[in-house]
């Protein structure tokens, strides 16, 4: 007989919107606000799984009315066991609304609370549960790195996030109009932090393939680790023509919004560091697919943002590298992200252990009942 | 049209009734017809029909004169305006036992008149199996007849006189007419002269014809009496009258001929190989003078053996494929013992004899007649076959051409390929038939009138009559012609037309009628929408549709007496507050017009609203209409996405508040009780004022259950495992009810266990249309239940409508579930689980005289037998309560809104019972809302049947003068809360937190 237990009798949707103040930039876009569709999943037995995905401040109430119309009553006494097979449901529910960012971000919410109660069930952190490659990874800072931070903030920070915080590796956003402004920026950045420090940068897809490898020829002098989204994510074939005008790995992933785009990088060689988005590419479901895949073509992965979240993703598989530290969450949490040094270590509470905290959830809550206790001493 | 309402509003004192709502409930009658009315009018008296005939007249309006609406031809509804006599005129003005004589107004119940005239060992002859509930009017309009016609006759020949009035407003005095009169009538003139003088013209041209081609039959209903007219009938008006089926005259007033009605009664079953043999030896039978003759076959005890109804008393009927139940009439029991013995002597004498059964005891009688009575019941709606319908449903013939008639009709089913079962008046050669017509297709369709063409052929042929007891309306009006011929045909138009020149009673039924596959109900064009709901309605195809046609329309929930359907109905009388008027309303509101708002019908809404969802329909109703659950889908969807009133927060979630207020029960009962607060409370919470709010208990049984030591009996092994439901009743507020189920229990070497979460069956979400809420508890119940469940443990609920939750909404909602059939399988009442699920189980001594009542949901799924058997086994007396709602029917009773209507059920039946009962008699009542409306509305104190249990064995009697329940259950009786003076002061901050806590509290 199926275990009654498992079927899942609880679905509820918010959404919390946490402005960013002053707002953050990069080359291409401001980031005004942090958007949290979250998704809480009760079963028959009382317990709960939380999952999320997050937006740069625009189209969350989408997300939010996908999940609530479409999504959330479909999963209804469903068996949570049964993951992979209730995602495939309903990503096949809603196909037809062609696969993209907001249907997988959708899709994620869902997903990571799917994991989250599968952890919990099993009693087991879920990063063991879905592998346990390792306990600790490393992060880079991209929160000293904003293009939109004068350049003393920038130097003062990046001086503070690596004799202070123990930092080890900081991302720099690139894209300034005049090429001379991005080189003093990295140059400035690398006489404060030292040699030692690992720098890598980000266009974030601001360049067309001309301006990427003469820029990218001068930013080669500060030894960098990557170049991230030099190009627009879609122009893989320019990627792969990029790979032969430099020696700085390419990363990107963050605009991918499936597995099979990441397979596509892939194969055309048009990507050196693979940097799945958890929420981006549906979930956790597919991050670990897109992972796997990099691990099987001998790439390494570092996962993209929400670092309480990648940091599970990334202890899970053997090929990754670092997860990108941004704190924008911790308004809302109970707790901030556990690190040690340059480290990021995975909670060790059954699940993902991200703990959100009610009064502040309601404090900037947007849509869905308003007063939803995500913690309770369930756990 | 539109002023007509307002002009009959300005000149009745009765209700006046065009809202959709109401035309929706009077659409249909018992028959396959439909048709919207004008609108209805409740008239208050006579006079109030004179001026709302006035005013319909100056409007041209159709008018349509309606009983009990229990019509199976379609004469009961129409494009009219209704008159419906059932709420106001309902007095039995005149009983004359000297004279032998009754005057009645036309929505008087025929039982009123038979309970009344039975004292005087008189009776109304004719009794439809509806006599519970059937009206005179609808009696007279039809010519009805019944068991005992056979002795007295039908509904004509018990017509003395009328007072009647046309659609042009004269008011007239009918009955038997000597020449004279009739003479001096013409001769005064008017319209009264003009009258009587077509209709002695009309005898005089048709005398012959009428005399040549009326059937010489007991059971000739077709056409009307015109033979009435007939010199050697003394030109009896009023004879002519009846049966004319509102479509000459409105009877204002009836005078009755009563019979003897023997006061002492004995019945023989007959038991032949086939009902074909049984009907041959019906003649031979009428010969020894019964007072009743009816017949039944196989197909129908199948039926209800499929329906698993009165399983016990089928075993009663003698062997055989085919029964004649024959009742005889005695002034004393040895009389009519001997004509039944000299039957059975007379019977086996003959070659092919019967086996024979005589009962003599009233009860057995009366379950013999429930067989036959369940008729209904056991052909329309059986599981697996297909619905059957009315249509060709009492043809009648010569008796001694009954058993040629069923075989022949049987050869014509077979040839149109219908199943179905023949039962009925044998005895006057009447034969009841529900076939499963298809009317949902044309080619259905056309195969029911090829049908209907040659039934009516073979019933003339055999000089018999295509009504034998329900009219013909519109289902068999058009054949007439060839029953009577053209001529008398046409002798019938003449008739209607001295009376209704205009054409406007009634129109289209009986004369100039609609084809008979006019104004189908269903029709070949129906299609109601698939609508997805949380119920399954897995007894109806799964379909929320069909279980809205599931509705006969008989009317069995507008009787006032026996059984628990409908509460509502016997508080207001009103069509819509019955179970029957709620079901066409929603199968209305499926329809889409006069309702057009589908689920958000605010008509049905109202409808509902009364409703006390005690599911007395479900187990009182012949076709199970099970309107409680039919209401939480409907409020589901109403509400859907709505705020819901405030009463439904309060009591839907009463496990919440309740699990809330345990944290500091004292507190909350202060606030309850005290004077200011109280009134706050209950304001705020959509409870009645006059009640009060039940107490918390200072620790829950759950606590209680957790925090003992351990009884020393219980580590005995091996125990049977049982899991205890503390549901939120005995948890909350009776804890003594729950601890001392445990004691019993484990004196009964069982180990008791409990849930590990606090859980709640949700009932009281029902009652709101809660039901997603309602799902998600159940599977968590499921969940927490399982290796419970699957260890076998036997799942004990001491709330009956918690249980009702397990065995009803759960395999509802969840039909395929198999964890839920197993819960449905292994939970049971207390005294269920004492009497057969404990091996050697030996009840303890309780010497006492016991009142018992059980809850609405215990009645409906299942009874009480298993309670009464415990406690008279233990030696007590015990009075099983003359069943009936107490009202409270859970949170309903609270409520501000139905306050009136709960106190008035409870006065129907219970609460006068208690206060009837001896203060040494215990009350016991499982039911907490039952329990409830005991306390606060007698001042007695119902026990848990566990309480009863507990205080048996006790040594001293209990004392004549003083409450049982005080002296052999001190604890449970004294429950008292002391308000201090501190407590004001808390009190006042506590709302206030309170208040804000709960908020807080229930929006997480």
């Known amino acids: 007989m199926a275990d009654h237990g498992a079927l899942i009798v609880g679905a509820e949707a918010r959404l919390i919107r946490i402005p960013v103040d002053p707002p953050r930039g990069d080359a291409i876009q401001q980031f005004a606000a942090l958007e949290l569709p979250i998704v809480e999943l009760t079963d028959a037995a009382g317990r709960r799984g939380i999952g999320f995905g997050y937006t740069i401040g625009n189209g969350g109430t989408a997300i939010h009315s996908l999940l609530r119309d479409e999504l959330l009553p479909a999963v209804l006494e469903q068996d949570a066991r049964r993951t992979v097979g209730l995602m495939r449901q309903l990503t096949k529910r809603i196909h037809a609304l062609t696969p993209g960012c907001i249907s997988s971000t959708a899709l994620a919410a869902i997903d990571v609370a799917l994991w989250d109660l599968a952890g919990v069930r099993a009693g087991t952190p879920l990063y063991l549960l879905l592998g346990g490659a390792t306990d600790r990874v490393r992060l880079y800072n991209t929160h000293v790195g904003w293009l939109n931070r004068p350049l003393e903030e920038l130097v003062a920070l990046s001086d503070e996030a690596v004799r202070r915080d123990g930092f080890q590796a900081l991302k720099l956003k690139v894209g300034k109009p005049d090429i001379d402004e991005d080189c003093e920026r990295v140059a400035k950045v690398r006489e404060a932090v030292g040699p030692h420090t690992t720098l890598m940068v980000d266009a974030n897809q601001s360049w067309s393939i001309d301006t990427a490898i003469t820029r990218i020829r001068r930013l080669e002098a500060y030894d960098l680790y990557w170049i991230e989204e030099p190009l627009e994510a879609t122009d893989l074939d320019g990627f792969a023509r990029l790979g032969q005008h430099t020696a700085l790995a390419r990363a990107g992933g963050e605009s991918l919004y499936s597995v099979a785009a990441f397979h596509e990088c892939i194969r055309r060689g048009a990507l050196d560091v693979l940097q799945p988005d958890v929420a981006r590419i549906g979930g956790i479901t597919n991050a670990i697919a897109a992972c796997h895949l990099a691990a099987a073509a001998n790439l390494p992965v570092a996962p993209h943002v929400s670092p309480e979240l990648s940091v599970t993703v990334a202890c899970a598989v053997a090929n990754s590298v670092f997860v990108e530290y941004i704190p924008q969450m911790e308004i809302v949490l109970r707790r901030p992200i556990r ?41 | 049209m539109g002023d007509i309402a307002k002009d009959l509003r300005r000149v009745m004192r009765g209700d006046v009734r065009f809202d959709r709502g109401s035309r929706a409930a009077y659409a249909t009658d018992a028959s396959n017809y439909r048709q919207v009315p004008i609108g209805v009018v409740l008239p208050r008296d006579a006079a109030d029909v004179v001026a709302a005939m006035d005013v319909c007249r100056q409007h041209d309006a159709p008018v349509l004169p309606r009983g009990g609406g229990t019509s199976l031809a379609g004469q009961c509804c129409n494009v009219a305006v209704v008159f419906d006599f059932t709420k106001y005129m309902r007095r039995l003005v005149v009983l004359d036992p000297e004279r032998r004589r009754a005057r009645v107004e036309p929505g008087l119940v025929l039982d009123t008149l038979r309970d009344a005239a039975e004292r005087h060992h008189l009776t109304f002859a004719p009794d439809p199996s509806t006599h519970n509930h059937c009206t005179f009017g609808g009696m007279i309009g039809n010519n009805a007849c019944g068991v005992h016609s056979v002795m007295g006759g039908n509904t004509v020949d018990n017509v003395e006189e009328l007072e009647i009035l046309t659609y042009d407003g004269s008011r007239l005095r009918v009955g038997a007419t000597s020449d004279s009169e009739l003479e001096a009538i013409v001769h ?21 014809l009428i005399r040549s081609r009326y059937p010489k039959i007991p059971r000739r209903i077709s056409g009307y009496n015109l033979d009435q007219l007939l010199p050697e009938n003394g030109f009896h008006v009023a004879r002519a009258l009846v049966g004319t089926e509102g479509t000459c005259v409105t009877v204002i007033e009836a005078t009755t001929r009563l019979v003897h009605s023997p006061p002492y009664k004995s019945l023989l079953v007959l038991g032949y190989p086939d009902v074909y043999r049984a009907a041959d030896h019906v003649v031979e039978l009428m010969a020894c003078g019964p007072t009743g003759l009816e017949g039944l076959d196989d197909r129908l005890i199948d039926g209800m053996k499929k329906l698993n109804m009165h399983p016990q008393d089928l075993r009663l009927l003698p062997e055989g494929g085919g029964w004649l139940v024959v009742e005889f009439g005695g002034d004393s029991k040895a009389e009519s013992d001997d004509k039944a013995r000299a039957a059975i002597a007379a019977l086996k004498a003959s070659p092919a004899a019967p086996t024979m059964k005589l009962y003599d005891d009233r009860r057995t009688e009366k379950l013999i007649w429930k067989i036959r009575e369940s008729g209904l019941g056991a052909t329309a709606r059986v599981p697996g076959q297909a619905p059957t319908w009315e249509g060709w449903e009492d043809s009648a013939v010569p008796p001694a051409s009954l058993g040629r008639y069923l075989r022949e009709l049987r050869r014509l089913f077979d040839r149109y390929q219908y199943a179905c079962s023949l039962y009925g008046h044998f005895g006057q050669g009447c034969v009841h038939t529900r076939i499963d017509f298809d009317l949902e297709s044309q080619s259905g369709i056309d195969r029911y009138k090829a049908f209907m063409d040659d039934a009516t052929d073979l019933v003339v042929s055999l000089g018999g009559s295509l009504s034998g007891e329900h009219g013909d309306g519109q289902s068999k009006a058009q054949f007439l012609s060839k029953m009577f011929g053209p001529e008398l045909v046409e002798a019938f138009r003449e008739f209607k037309t001295i009376w209704d020149p205009r054409g406007r009673m009634n129109p289209g039924k009986v004369v100039n009628p609609y084809r008979i596959d006019q104004n189908l109900r269903l029709g070949a064009s129906y299609r109601p929408p698939r609508l997805a709901t949380h119920f399954t309605f897995p007894d109806d195809r799964r379909s929320f549709a069909f279980a809205t046609a599931r509705c006969v329309g008989i009317g069995e929930c507008r009787r006032d007496h026996d059984g628990t359907m409908c509460p509502s109905y016997r508080v207001t009388h009103d069509e819509e507050h019955s179970t029957r008027g709620r079901a066409r309303l929603l199968f209305e509101m499926l329809e889409g017009e006069p309702l057009t708002r589908g689920w958000r019908d605010d008509h049905v809404r109202e409808a509902l609203d009364l409703c006390l969802a005690c599911k007395g329909c479900k187990g009182d109703c012949p076709v199970k209409v099970d309107m409680a659950t039919y209401k939480a889908e409907f409020l589901s969807h109403y509400y859907e996405k709505r705020i819901r009133p405030r009463s439904a927060y309060a009591m839907g979630f009463i496990h919440r508040w309740a699990r809330l207020a345990s944290y500091a029960p004292r507190i909350v009962n202060a606030i309850a009780r005290a004077p200011l607060t109280s009134n706050l409370a209950k304001a705020v919470a959509g409870i009645a004022q006059q009640r009060s709010i039940p107490s918390f208990a200072d620790r829950t049984f759950v606590q209680w259950f957790r925090s003992r030591t351990v009884h020393p009996d219980a580590a005995r092994l091996p125990a049977q495992k049982v899991l205890l439901w503390p549901d939120t009743f005995n948890n909350y507020f009776h804890p003594d009810t729950a601890i001392a189920a445990t004691e019993i229990l484990e004196r009964a070497g069982c180990e008791v266990v409990l849930p590990a979460r606090s859980l709640c069956c949700g009932r009281p979400l029902y009652d709101y249309g809660f039901l997603r809420r309602a799902r998600r508890m159940l599977l968590e119940i499921l969940a927490d239940l399982q290796p419970h469940l699957e260890d076998n443990a036997s799942v004990v609920v001491l709330e009956p409508s918690c249980l009702a939750v397990f065995h009803d909404e759960l395999l509802n909602l969840f039909p395929d579930d198999a964890l839920a059939k197993r819960l449905a399988q292994q939970s049971c009442s207390l005294a269920e689980f004492l009497m057969t699920r404990v091996q050697g189980y030996s009840a303890p001594r309780l010497s006492q005289s016991i009142l018992l009542h059980g809850h609405c949901h215990q009645k409906a799924l299942g009874g009480v037998g298993h309670e009464e058997c415990l406690l008279k086994e233990m030696g007590a007396t015990v009075t099983v309560s003359d069943s009936g709602c107490c009202g409270m029917a859970g949170s309903f009773g609270f409520e501000a809104n139905h306050y009136d209507v709960s ?67 001190p604890a449970v009786a004294r429950r008292t809360f002391p308000v201090e003076l501190a407590a004001t002061v808390l009190i006042g901050a506590g709302v206030t937190l309170g208040a804000l806590g709960a908020w807080q509290w229930w929006r997480r």
């Open chain 2, 188 to 208: 005064a003139g008017g319209r009264r002269g003009q009258i009587y003088a077509a209709l002695k013209s009309l005898r005089d041209k048709y005398a012959d």
């Open chain 2, 903 to 969: 106190i008035n059920v409870g006065e129907l039946v219970l609460l006068p019972a208690v206060r009837a009962a001896s203060p040494d008699t215990l009350i016991v009542a499982d039911g907490f809302s039952c329990r409830e409306q005991v306390e606060q509305c007698t001042g007695r104190r119902a026990v848990h049947l566990a309480h009863a249990l507990k205080a048996a064995g006790r040594e001293s009697a209990v004392q004549k003068d003083r409450p049982a329940e005080e002296q052999m259950l």
């Open chain 1, 339 to 379: 690190r040690q040094g340059e480290f990021a270590l995975p909670f060790e509470e059954p699940g993902h252990g991200i703990q959100f905290d009610d009064a502040a959830l309601d404090r900037f809550a947007v849509h869905g009942s308003a007063s939803r206790t995500f913690q309770q001493s369930h756990r």
